[in-house]
Structure formats: C-alpha cells, structure tokens
C-alpha cells in the first residue's frame, strides 16, 4: 500500500482509532500527547485493514452524492418527483417536489427522519428493553450529530434520529449498547460482556455504524 495520507485529530481521549470515511480518505483520532512517531507506527499496523475498508467504502458509497437519494434503514431510497407539494414516504419511496432546493429538501428530510425515529425507533426500544428484562423512565429521540444514544444515571435513554440511516442489525446494536448502560454505567469488561452476550459481533457492527456516520456527515454537512 502506498503511503497513507490522513487527517489527524487530537484530543483528551485516551486511545489511538482510525475511521475510514465514505470518500476514502483516512481520518486518526489520538490522544493529543501521543508523539507522532506513534502514530505513523499504528498507521503502518493497521494498513491492510485500512486497505480493506477503504475499498469497501469506495464499493459502498458513492463519492458523488446524489441528493435525490437517501439512506434509510440500510437501503438507498430514491426521492421521486411528487404530484403535490410536500414530502411523503410510502415505506419504499420517499417523494418530494422537482423544484425544491437542495438544503431546503435535506432539512425537509430531516425533519421527516425524526418523526420516523419516533414512530419505529422508540417501539423497538421498549420491545428490547422488554426482552432484556429493563423499564426505561424515559426514551427520547434527538438531533446529536455523532452521539448515537446515551443513557442517563436516572435510566432514561435518547437516541439520534440520524440511526434511521443505519441497517436494522446496526440499530439493534445502539440500542442494546444503551440498555446495558442501565445496568453497567461504564465501559468496563462486564459492560461489554452484557453488550457480547446478547450481540456477539458487536465489533463489526460498530464498524458499520462508523461508515453510516461517514455518509451522513457527507450528505447533512
């Protein structure tokens, strides 16, 4: 692999991670006493894993992205052109005027994924929280950017209405990472032990999460 280019971030986190975004383009997150060299030496342990999923992003996304098309649940969903005014979803299609400018349908579709994310997310949550043997006090639907869902000391839950972009298995993992909070308000070894138990292959659901949020901070930027 030739040498990678990245954009790199520095902050008070305590570990070093690589995101690997819809366009391809690398991006290193790292604590910010971390001397370069470090860095450069993780970059060079992970370059075939950042070979392997920049070609799965470059597969998967589209670098030119149409605004006319919108993931949703995991799947591309084109916006065709709509008899009246407004915009519609048909649970296949969303649909929305010829003549509407980019930003104003994209805040359009903004608003109509929150209402989406009330009406299916908050339902899967309390079905979950069920079968888990848990009783949320309160479950509520937000506008965060990169936080997907956070469970507060009280048990009450939130999550992004940006998850709506997100494959149903991947959506399922958020929520169940947010439930265990109830139990383990961490991310010790029993936190996740409570997180593998229920969805073994959590990690590549992460992953998947990473490349969603890659996409959205491409289209809603």
Not at 28 to 35: N, S, W
Not at 112 to 123: D, W
Not at 127 to 152: D, N, Q, V, Y
Request: charged share 30%; hydrophobic share 40%.
């Amino acid at each position: 692999m030739k040498e990678t280019r990245y954009t790199l971030i520095r902050s008070d986190r305590k570990t070093t991670a690589i995101r690997v975004l819809t366009d391809g383009s690398v991006e290193i997150r790292a604590p910010g006493h971390l001397p370069l060299r470090e860095i450069e030496r993780f970059l060079e342990e992970k370059k075939d894993w950042i070979e392997k999923h920049r070609q799965i992003m470059l597969d998967r996304y589209p670098t030119d992205l149409d605004p006319r098309k919108i993931m949703y649940r995991g799947y591309w969903k084109d916006i065709r052109p709509a008899a009246e005014d407004g915009l519609f979803f048909d649970g296949e299609f969303f649909y929305a005027p010829v003549d509407w400018e980019e930003d104003f349908l994209k805040n359009a579709l903004q608003e109509m994924m929150k209402k989406l994310a009330k009406k299916e997310l908050i339902p899967l949550v309390h079905m979950m929280a069920s079968e888990m043997g848990l009783t949320p006090a309160r479950i509520t639907i937000t506008g965060a950017k990169t936080k997907w869902g956070s469970c507060s000391n009280g048990k009450n839950l939130s999550f992004s209405w940006r998850l709506m972009a997100a494959p149903q298995d991947v959506i399922e993992y958020v929520i169940c990472h947010e439930l265990c909070h109830m139990t383990e308000m961490n991310h010790s070894s029993r936190f996740w032990a409570l997180v593998e138990k229920r969805i073994p292959d959590w990690r590549q659901k992460r992953e998947r999460l990473a490349a969603v949020q890659s996409w959205l901070d491409a289209y809603y930027r």
